[in-house]
């Protein structure tokens, strides 16, 4: 009987906790996160310059669109 109690209080606690942490509208950081960049150039090079010129872009748009929405 120990142990079903256990197992109700478990689940009871696991129910409740599930709506607050899975929140539809979470609020979005602003500004965003430091823009980090891979390495572009030489033997090991893990992206191409293009790549990182995209993630450039996109980390701009980011900004702005935040600033706007703070307006």
């Known amino acids: 009987m120990k142990y ?6 478990s689940a ?10 899975a929140a539809p509208d979470q609020v979005k950081v602003c500004p965003p996160k430091k823009l ?4 572009d150039h030489g033997p090991r090079a893990q992206t191409t310059p293009y790549l990182n010129q995209l993630r450039k872009e996109r ?3 980011e900004v702005k669109a935040c600033k706007d929405a703070a307006k």
Request: charged share 5%.
């Open 4 to 9: 079903v109690l256990i197992a109700l209080v």
């Open 59 to 61: 980390y701009e748009a």
């Open 12 to 21: 009871a606690t696991f129910g409740f906790s599930l709506p607050a942490s």
């Open 36 to 39: 980090v960049l891979q390495l």
